[in-house]
């Protein structure tokens, strides 16, 4: 199967906000943000669909930031790939609440909760909360990451 998806990263005041997965792929980590792009809908309506759906509210200030390609393969063959495309929100309107499928959570820029994250994370989300676009691809064995490769599009500010 094939999935065009997005994630999104609320940050403001020097915080990012995660939340932490309650069911579906996975449960129990901290993510951004996200979801699957429905028929008709642009990526950028669908982050603002998901953070609505996810915690309540409504990003404001919506950038793109990157496309990243997750592959995942079970026994030698794609059993998925998913494209996702990473937006960052500058604040949102609304009251965030947590929902049967997620729980929001505020970190420190700095003290963001990579042991309990996808392995990836690591290594495009600092880039992207630099204020630097990506473009990855991370293959996948039955979801443990085994091969990565990482672009910066461009330079990070700050």
């Known amino acids: 199967m094939i999935y065009v998806e997005t994630l999104l990263y609320v940050v403001k005041d020097g915080r990012v906000l995660l ?11 901290f993510n951004g943000v996200g979801g699957k792009v429905k028929p008709g809908e642009t990526p950028e309506e669908a982050a603002a669909r998901e953070a609505l759906e996810e915690v309540g509210v409504a990003p404001v200030g919506l950038e793109w930031r990157g496309l990243l ?24 309107r609304g009251e965030l609440r947590e929902t049967d499928e997620a729980a929001p959570v ?4 700095e003290e963001i909760p990579f042991g309990e994250m ?18 990855g691809r991370f293959e ?8 990565w490769r990482l672009y910066k599009l461009l330079e990070e500010t700050g």
Do not use: C, M, Q, T
């Open 106 to 109: 505020w970190f420190n820029v």
């Open 140 to 147: 996948f064995e039955s979801w443990r990451l085994k091969r």
């Open 19 to 29: 939340i932490r997965k309650k069911r579906g792929l996975g449960a129990g980590l």
């Open 118 to 135: 996808w392995e990836d994370d690591k290594f495009w989300l600092p880039v992207v909360l630099r204020g630097g676009r990506v473009y």
């Open 69 to 92: 390609e997750f592959w995942n393969f079970e026994d030698g063959a794609v059993e998925s790939a998913h494209y996702v495309h990473v937006f960052v929100a500058r604040g949102y």
